[in-house]
């Protein structure tokens, strides 16, 4: 079996480790979002990627969420000693290696998913049944508008990873921009394995942030919309607020409520130009579901909570023998 995923980093990897624990003889792809990437100490960092590689190769931080299991943190203490900025960004010691490697992989001009191939290498070796791809190559980063009364405009600019990270998504999201994205081209590997999949699961992530930036890049969504498996999509909203992350700080910057129904209808069925064929929802939003069937878009009622990849395993592994049934 055949399976696509597409997914952002703490909750679309234990979301991934839940299907791999569902179908342990699948080939699995997951296509990881890079529009949170970001450079930092002359470093290329990107998030997304790494948490699910660490989390999948069973090196990531559980109780963090992301990063790498027994960190340190003694060369940011040392940059922050120098007065280095950024000091809001933390940068483990373990971590620091993948970076590194990384950075002067990009520098001898190896395309971000074969230095994402040589990465998972170390960390995926015992499960060749995995595959993670960048969603592009081509550099792409967020950036957010926040109020400033002191900006021309009163508004001023600040990359994600800073509103993020630094400010904790305090700030109102005025709006936002995913810089290189118009010009960014599916990384290699990418359309051909949703062309070749059995099934494509879009999962809990971020809609704005995460999954939205994989859809941007072209191509991708013409992919999808012409796939011949099924795509089954997984609400991470559920009762009128994320299971993770701040995803209730920026929905509203692309319309949408904070509510599992309006995020399915943003992505939209495949029979009136979306790209879902199912959307699932969690039990707490069941009630949502006779209209979402109403206005064209099959939904499926499920008890969401990721709380071990045994539960996670279940919610998919049922969904998808009702959908393939």
């Known amino acids: 079996m055949q399976i696509v995923v597409l997914a952002g980093g703490v909750g679309g990897s234990r979301f991934t480790a839940g299907v791999r624990r569902a179908y342990p003889d699948a080939t699995i792809t997951v296509v990881g979002n890079t529009a949170d990437d970001i450079t930092i100490h002359g470093l290329r960092v990107c998030p997304d990627l790494d948490t699910l590689m660490y989390t999948l190769g069973g090196g990531g931080d559980a109780e963090r969420g992301w990063g790498r299991l027994d960190e340190s943190w003694r060369a940011i203490e040392e940059l922050r000693a120098y007065g280095a900025e950024p000091t809001w960004f933390g940068l483990g010691d373990r971590d620091l290696g993948t970076h590194l490697v990384r950075t002067e992989l990009l520098a001898a001009g190896v395309p971000l998913s074969e230095v994402t ?10 499960d060749p049944g995995l595959r993670l791809l960048p969603m592009t190559d081509d550099p792409v980063e967020t950036y957010v508008d926040i109020p400033d009364a002191d900006a021309p405009g009163g508004r001023r600019s600040v990359h994600f990873q800073e509103y993020w990270v630094r400010l904790h998504a305090g700030p109102e999201a005025l709006a936002l921009r995913q810089v290189g994205i118009e010009a960014a081209r599916p990384a290699p590997g990418v359309l051909e394995a ?3 999949a059995d099934l494509v ?5 971020n809609p704005v942030v995460s999954i939205g930036p994989i859809l941007a890049v072209p191509g991708v969504r013409e992919a999808l919309r012409s796939a011949p498996a099924p795509v ?4 991470g909203i559920l009762h009128g607020a994320p299971v993770l992350g701040m995803a209730h700080r920026l929905l ?3 319309g949408v409520a904070v509510d599992a129904a309006a995020v399915g209808r943003h992505y939209g069925s495949r029979r009136a130009d979306g790209v879902l064929d199912t959307w699932v929802v969690d039990t707490a939003d069941a009630g949502s579901a006779p209209a979402l069937e109403a206005d064209g878009l099959p939904t499926l009622v499920r008890d969401l909570v990721m709380s071990s990849p045994d539960a996670t395993a279940v919610f998919v592994r049922s969904t998808v023998d009702q959908v393939l049934a």
Do not use: D, E, M, Y
């Open 117 to 126: 191939a040589r990465l998972c290498a170390r960390w995926w070796a015992h």
């Open 194 to 196: 949703v062309a070749a």
């Open 232 to 235: 089954l999509g997984f609400s």
């Open 252 to 254: 509203p910057t692309i």
């Open 201 to 205: 699961l879009v999962g809990p992530s």
